[in-house]
């Protein structure tokens, strides 16, 4: 069975040069432990038997066999997510990752309904997960009924004896919704179906949804994970047999996360706590500032008493985290909604969040431009409403620039003769 060693380069041998070319020694093996997890590109991995491929294939030994299957960087990632996210755990929880957040969403939901399956879905949703649900799962024979999530008797009601899964989000855009996990985990509990929560704005540094009674948590990793706008990931955990689950749907579907993009996710892990503690209190800092300029109509920010979720948010975050994301509405509609964001100097307009730049868009023209002024408002958001994902600059600089655009956002309104903004409170 010994193959012939063409990996040593003493001596003289009688190989081609080419065959020679692609057979180099791999070098010296030495017990190496890097601080640091490599970032292994083979797409394939070598063994010495026949046999011992067979047994890494149907799982009987662990192995890496295609990257496709499995790295192990993008292993190193889900493992390491998945000890975040139960580290208040005394069950195991395994984890996947996923080549965007999307990714894992379509997976996860593929993985865990049929045809004539039923889903209750938060009607607060990201945009691509409401279209996936309402469109492509709908296609296969995957019915969603979206429902207001904080409405545990609306939830109840739309239970079905086919449901199989309650999606919702911990904290959804704009409006900072914080769901009610435990609630929420009782009527999924009750009903045989499995809650599947979207942490991506709370990040396991706000809350740890596995600790309050979800199934499975997924993120997109793109945003406070990688933390750092470079990388595009997505990662799911949960208990090791629905997890082997989506692990499989994975390996057929295709979206595994590439090892680059896994290496960048795993180091900003190590970085996640600090960047998403100083994120929650400068926009808490940021949301009590700017709540009180004249010309500000409605702030969204779980961590300000005024919000229906805040009761919530201190049952189920970590102490004094509310999340890195403020959503400030401007008197004026649309237009002064617009303005505010253009005319801010630090903050860019971008999308995405999570990053070390704070990033602002204006929610009527971007996340939310399907919907119109009226239904907008029937979602509780104004078409003014700009979404401010909060970086780690200096909180000072940052309220600076959003209170200076919104004086010259109120001086231009003023000058055309708009009323309601009293101006005699401006600071
Ligand atoms: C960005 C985002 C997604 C999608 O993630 P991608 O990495 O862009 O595929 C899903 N859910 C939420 C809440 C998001 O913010």
Redesign the pocket.
């Known amino acids: 069975m010994e193959r012939q060693d063409d990996h040593d380069n003493r001596g003289k041998t009688t190989l081609g040069e080419n065959t020679r070319a692609v057979r180099l020694p791999s070098g010296p093996a030495v017990n190496e432990r890097p601080v640091r997890i490599p970032v292994h590109r083979s797409t394939t991995y070598e063994f010495a038997t026949s046999q011992e491929y067979a047994d890494v294939l149907d799982g009987v030994s662990r192995g890496y066999s295609y990257a496709r299957i499995d790295t192990p960087t993008a292993e190193a990632f889900a493992h390491a997510l998945a000890a975040m996210e139960g580290a208040g755990l005394d069950r195991e929880v395994r984890g996947q990752a996923f080549a965007?957040?999307?990714?894992a969403?379509s997976t996860t939901l593929l993985a865990l309904t049929a045809a004539g399956s039923h889903i209750v879905a938060s009607r607060a949703i990201?945009g691509?997960?409401y279209s996936l649900l309402d469109g492509l799962l709908r296609r296969f024979g995957v019915r969603t009924d979206f429902v207001d999530i904080t409405d545990l008797e609306a939830v109840r009601a739309a239970v079905r004896p086919e449901t199989a899964v309650i999606f919702t989000?911990t904290l959804?855009?704009p409006t900072m919704t914080v769901s009610d996990l435990p609630a929420l985990a009782g009527i999924a509990s009750d009903a045989g179906a499995r809650l599947v929560v979207?942490s991506?704005?709370a990040s396991p540094a706000v809350c740890r949804p596995l600790e309050h009674g979800a199934d499975i948590v997924l993120h997109?990793?793109?945003?406070y994970i990688g933390g750092h706008s470079d990388a595009?990931?997505?990662v799911v955990v949960g208990d090791p047999n629905t997890v082997a689950t989506i692990r499989s749907a994975r390996i057929d579907l295709g979206p595994s996360l590439a090892p680059d993009e896994a290496f960048l996710l795993h180091r900003g892990l190590e970085t996640l706590p600090l960047r998403v503690a100083r994120q929650c209190a400068t926009a808490a800092e940021f949301a009590a500032a700017v709540a009180g300029h004249p010309a500000v109509e409605r702030i969204d920010y779980p961590g300000l008493p005024t919000h229906p979720g805040h009761e919530t948010a201190l049952r189920l975050f970590d102490t004094g985290r509310f999340g890195g994301t403020v959503t400030v509405t401007p008197h004026g509609g649309r237009d002064a909604g617009m303005a505010f964001a253009d005319g801010l100097r630090l903050a860019t307009i971008a999308a995405?969040?999570g990053g070390t730049h704070t990033l602002v868009g204006h929610v009527g023209s971007t996340t939310h431009r399907q919907l119109d002024d009226a239904t907008l408002l029937t979602s509780g958001i104004g078409p003014g409403a700009v979404r401010f994902a909060i970086g780690i600059e200096d909180p000072a600089d940052l309220i600076a620039d959003a209170l200076a655009s919104l004086d010259r956002c109120a001086e231009e309104w003023e000058s055309a003769g708009q009323a309601g903004i009293d101006l005699g409170t401006s600071q």
């Open positions: 965007s957040g999307m990714a969403i990201y691509n997960t989000e959804s855009n979207d991506t704005f997109s990793a793109t945003k595009t990931g997505g995405s969040l």
